[in-house]
């Protein structure tokens, strides 16, 4: 062996990197599930703590911009969008009253998207619909999998802070929200939006639409050139 | 025959196949990176949508970090342990090995059984980390029994 090694014995290194890849491993493990499990329902309302929320609208009525935010549930980016970058607006813009969000649900992947999509407005009715959207994305399967079941949608709702769910169920069981869908499908269609997530912010400075987000600087200049700034 | 001159024998194809084994890791997890920063969704066979899903899901980032990002990292230092060799490296790519493969075992359980979608590159990592597991091994057996 080579004699100028520093290691004394070998046997004993190794059962320490043994320990060691076994802490680490343990480490990586649990910071994934930290990152991976902020879909509580006590995350959500913190991080829509103070935020007025009307109906779809989320922010201050008066607020000079407007993001009218296309989505649909099923739409992996969108629940990447919504993970990584909803929250970082929601604090630079939306909570200080810059920014107001209008969703613009809309529900063309398929039959589950519909089906999140009128749970949600469903939550809408009792001004709930932003934290409940924001469980669905924290909470989003594979496309069509089948994954958006009655007790999916109905674990979410007793997730969501200040949901009265007896009432999300009468409001899901009476309306089937087909007018709203196909509102914003409408609306869709005359802005040009195919594909999602698209972002549409309207202020005094004009219309700044973003349909390949990529980056969380394209937000700040978007809400920048709407504000007029 | 002294020691040095038979652990070095044994040392050499457990080397070139790790080298190899990372080199591909290095490949694999640059691209994951790349189309994660990029926006892009990874080639994949079949419809594509497992590689989307398994790659915008929550799990897909790791305080802030990228998952691909970490892969890179220990593909990078599994090439930089067989370039320094010697004990030090051979340790050094057992260390990354185990770790990688014990966190790809995880990964591979939340695609199956959490996420619901598996992605063909993820698949092909944890592959290539638990082969790297053996090589590393395999060249850290003759520095115990030298001793």
Redesign the interface.
């Known amino acids: 062996m080579d004699k100028n090694s520093t290691l004394r014995s070998p046997r004993t290194l190794l059962a320490l990197l043994v320990a060691v890849a076994i802490i680490v491993a343990t480490l990586l493990v649990v910071l994934s599930q930290l990152g991976g499990g902020g879909g509580s329902g006590g995350d959500v309302g913190e991080m829509y703590a103070g935020i007025p929320q009307k109906g779809t609208t989320l922010g201050d009525g008066d607020a000079p911009v407007t993001l009218y935010l296309y989505e649909d549930f099923q739409c992996p980016f969108c629940g990447q969008f919504d993970r990584e970058m909803f929250p970082d607006l929601l604090d630079d813009y939306v909570r200080d009253g810059e920014v107001k969000v209008v969703a613009e649900t809309m529900a063309f992947l398929g039959p589950d998207s519909v089906t999140a999509a009128r749970a949600a407005f469903a939550a809408a009715e009792q001004d709930r619909y932003w934290p409940y959207h924001s469980l669905l994305f924290e909470n989003q399967g594979e496309e069509n999998s089948g994954y958006v079941t009655d007790d999916f949608l109905r674990g979410l709702a007793e997730d969501t802070p200040g949901l009265d769910v007896k009432k999300w169920e009468d409001a899901r069981a009476g309306e089937s929200f087909t007018r709203e869908l196909e509102a914003v499908q409408a609306k869709a269609q005359s802005e040009g939006v195919n594909s999602t997530p698209t972002l549409i912010f309207e202020g005094p400075g004009g219309q700044v639409k973003i349909d390949r987000l990529t980056d969380y600087d394209q937000i700040t200049s978007a809400v920048d050139k709407a504000d007029g700034s | 025959m002294a020691?040095?001159v038979r652990?070095g024998r044994r040392y050499t194809a457990p080397r070139v196949a790790l080298l190899a084994l990372a080199v591909v890791g290095v490949l694999i997890s640059a691209y994951l990176t790349w189309t994660h920063?990029?926006?892009l969704t990874p080639v994949c066979t079949g419809s594509g949508?497992?590689c989307?899903?398994v790659?915008?899901?929550?799990?897909?980032?790791?305080?802030?970090i990228p998952v691909a990002v970490?892969g890179l990292v220990a593909y990078g230092g599994l090439v930089f342990s067989v370039a320094v060799w010697?004990?030090?490296g051979i340790?050094l790519s057992?260390?990354i090995s185990?770790?990688g493969t014990?966190?790809s075992v995880?990964l591979t359980y939340?695609e199956v059984f959490i996420?619901?979608?598996l992605c063909q590159w993820c698949l092909a990592s944890a592959v290539i980390m638990v082969a790297a597991l053996v090589c590393a091994t395999l060249a850290?057996l003759p520095?115990?029994r030298?001793?």
């Open positions: 020691p040095s652990s920063f990029a926006g949508e497992g989307q899903t790659q915008s899901s929550r799990y897909a980032s790791l305080l802030g970490l010697a004990e030090i340790f057992f260390l185990l770790v014990l966190f995880y939340l996420i619901g979608a850290v520095l115990l030298a001793r």
